[in-house]
Nanobody, 118 residues
Framework: QVQLVESGGGLVQAGGSLRLSCVASGSIFTINTLGWYRQAPGKQRELVATSTSGGSTNYADSVKGRFTISRDNAKNTVYLQMSSLTPEDTAVYYC????????????WGQGTQVTVSS
């Protein structure tokens, strides 16, 4: 089992910045992917950014150049630095973990609300 605890969400004005954090605990595999997804009201959950333990990152086109994902493997923590926020970024942001040996396991955090006012 892996537990994911997010923090850092809140209310921010358009053009502002926020930093999300997610701490993973439990049975963490060395080779893993940590990342962030988001779900806006009435929409499906979508990828925001992911980061692998090997150093690769992946971003949704909508956030490229504005969001930066980073991780501290020693602390099993992943961050999402969000800048130039727009109301379209308003959503619940979920931390994601995927790891394993052979069989892969995926876990989700409970989510943190990000609201961007115009």
């Amino acid at each position: 089992q892996v537990q994911l605890v997010e923090s850092g969400g809140g209310l921010v004005q358009a053009g502002g910045s926020l930093r999300l954090s997610c701490v993973a605990s439990g049975s963490i595999f060395t080779i893993n992917t940590l990342g962030w997804y988001r779900q806006a009201p009435g929409k499906q959950r979508e990828l925001v950014a992911t980061s692998t333990s090997g150093g690769s990152t992946n971003y949704a086109d909508s956030v490229k150049g504005r969001f930066t994902i980073s991780r501290d493997n020693a602390k099993n923590t992943v961050y999402l630095q969000m800048s130039s926020l727009t109301p379209e970024d308003t959503a619940v942001y979920y931390c994601y973990y995927r790891g394993g040996l052979g069989r892969m396991y995926s876990y989700w955090g409970q989510g943190t609300q990000v609201t961007v006012s115009s």
